[in-house]
């Protein structure tokens, strides 16, 4: 078959022109067990729909908030389906209006729309408005960020048709390998009902099963699929099925899911878990580590500035700053999709409060020029000027008050863009001044620098050109600071400087990175959470 004719082919059944993603899609020797023969029975067996007289109908539920292009495309794989659904209900869950996408589709489907109680309600509340009005024998979800493969509802539904002991099936997905990569990976898990208890990994994408009572929990905020995969399975693991057909294009670079983020931190919920009772109250003018879960009193800092160092673990502000963001940086800025030991940090002149946030991360390296000068025990000996790593290596690298260290700062940021992946971010934080130039004039003296620099090891002091010396490196950023992106009351309980911005940063050639960097950036500074991406 000719590449340009399957190209046609896959484009015109789950409605993408990402020609260069199907040629890779092609190359891969797992994609071509099932997928070049549906692309053949596509091209030369034609469009139409199957006949399925005398089978169970198919009920497909659709959740959708606020993403209406997202939405025409997830409906388009729909409609392209060998064999359509007998009932397609999208539920609104945005504020933005969807009839006239929907009314597209009208012709080629049976589809209707439901709107949740009020904008915003979450995916559980939207997808059982849809189960309550579903009649069909089968069921099938997808998400409004997804695609479905144009032979999944035909072959998930003779499946089960065809064996009435099973009631569950799940196919094989189609992932996202990165953000900026257009390789999938093939991701279907044998079923073993012990290890799906300890971790998820049933996408509700993935999924067909028999009509059932369960509903969606609306009390969660995470992990909703996986709560729900169980107790449909209830206590039966022998009526759910792994299949080999694939079901999904899942699109793990999309960074406005449907999912909450972790943002901003709840200090009440924290201190309650920790101390086993729901509302337990933070003693008066004790601090909580975010690193290390100590709750106390803090430590001056070196300078002596009050409630600063933590007892325990030694974290100064800007560490327990980074650790409170931790889980959200690393679910925006490393696809789920990604097996842990790739997700690759580097941090350079490591502090050992820094290490759970290391932990989120499979292949972390810590470097450091001279780590005897302050004690330190690294991986490797170098400096950020010249970094042992390939181009495009890490997805996050971490240098917190580093550059004012070094003499040839503007070849150390040069090698930041170097070493960081299309899709990475760098975490960076340098003592900062009011003025509008960097101060960077050779001092002599240690006494000088002290008085000038405000330590006696710093070679410059930062003005506010300090984000513009990095966009001259290559490196385009954006700085958030405890004020913009909490409440008062956390700032203080968390022990953090109000104003001590951590600076985020990426590649300046690298246009999915700038665009997860706005978003990250956004979901950091929204003060009031409302469960959905985008509305404060």
Not at 49 to 68: K, M, N, W
Not at 208 to 221: A, C, I
Not at 377 to 395: H, K, M, N, R
Not at 524 to 534: D, K
């Amino acid at each position: 078959m000719l590449a340009a004719e399957a190209d046609l082919a896959v484009s015109r059944a789950v409605g993408t022109s990402n020609t260069q993603a199907l040629r890779d899609l092609q190359a891969d020797e797992r994609f071509n067990r099932q997928a070049l023969h549906d692309i053949a029975s596509i091209l030369f067996g034609g469009p139409g729909v199957s006949e399925h007289a005398g089978q169970d109908a198919v009920g497909l539920v659709i959740p959708t908030c606020d993403r209406p292009q997202s939405l025409r495309r997830a409906l388009a794989s729909v409609a392209a389906q060998s064999r359509r659904p007998d009932k397609v209900i999208v539920v609104n869950d945005g504020q933005e209006r969807i009839e006239n996408i929907v009314l597209e589709f009208s012709g080629r489907l049976a589809i209707s729309v439901l709107h949740t109680g009020h904008p915003y309600s979450g995916p559980s509340a939207a997808r059982n408005l849809a189960l309550d009005m579903l009649d069909t024998p089968l069921v099938a979800f997808l998400d409004d960020d997804n695609l479905m493969w144009p032979r999944w509802v035909e072959r998930a539904a003779a499946f089960l048709e065809s064996d009435p002991k099973i009631d569950i099936i799940y196919g094989v997905q189609l992932r996202d390998a990165e953000f900026s990569r257009t390789t999938k990976n093939w991701f279907l898990v044998p079923f073993d009902f012990e290890e799906l208890k300890k971790g998820n990994y049933i996408d509700l994408n993935q999924l067909m099963h028999r009509k059932s009572v369960t509903r969606f929990d609306p009390l969660l905020k995470r992990l909703v699929d996986w709560d729900y995969v169980l107790r449909l399975i209830d206590s039966r693991p022998d009526r759910i099925v792994p299949v080999d057909a694939i079901s999904s294009l899942y699109l793990a670079s999309g960074f406005d899911r449907i999912s909450v983020a972790l943002w901003p931190p709840d200090n009440g919920r924290s201190i309650a878990e920790r101390e086993g009772a729901a509302g337990a109250a933070l003693p008066a003018g004790a601090r909580v580590c975010s690193c290390c879960n100590f709750t106390g009193n803090f430590l001056p800092g070196p300078d002596g500035r009050p409630n600063a160092g933590c007892p325990q673990c030694g974290s100064l502000e800007r560490h327990r700053f980074l650790q409170l963001m931790g889980p959200l940086l690393r679910s925006r800025w490393v696809p789920e999709t990604r097996p842990f030991e790739r997700a690759a940090l580097v941090e350079v002149a490591p502090s050992s409060a820094t290490l759970p946030f290391r932990r989120l991360f499979g292949n972390s390296k810590t470097v450091d020029a001279d780590p005897q000068a302050d004690g330190r025990v690294v991986d490797i000996v170098a400096s950020l000027t010249e970094l042992p790593f390939p181009g495009e290596y890490a997805d996050v690298l971490l240098a917190l008050h580093v550059l004012e260290h070094i003499p040839d700062d503007r070849k150390a940021m040069a090698e930041i863009a170097r070493v960081l992946a299309p899709t990475g971010v760098a975490v960076l934080q340098v003592p900062l001044s009011d003025r509008d130039a960097t101060d960077e004039a050779v001092l002599d003296t240690p006494e000088e620098r002290v008085a000038r620099y405000g330590q006696a090891d710093h070679v410059r002091l930062y003005g506010k050109d300090f984000l513009a010396r990095l966009n001259e490196a290559g490196l385009t950023c954006a700085a958030v600071s405890p004020r913009d992106s909490m409440s008062s009351v956390s700032i203080e309980s968390y022990g953090l400087l109000p104003d001590q911005a951590l600076v985020f940063a990426v590649r300046l050639d690298a246009p999915r990175a700038r665009e997860c960097l706005e978003y990250f950036v956004s979901s950091l500074t929204r003060q009031t959470w409302t469960g959905q991406p985008g509305k404060a």
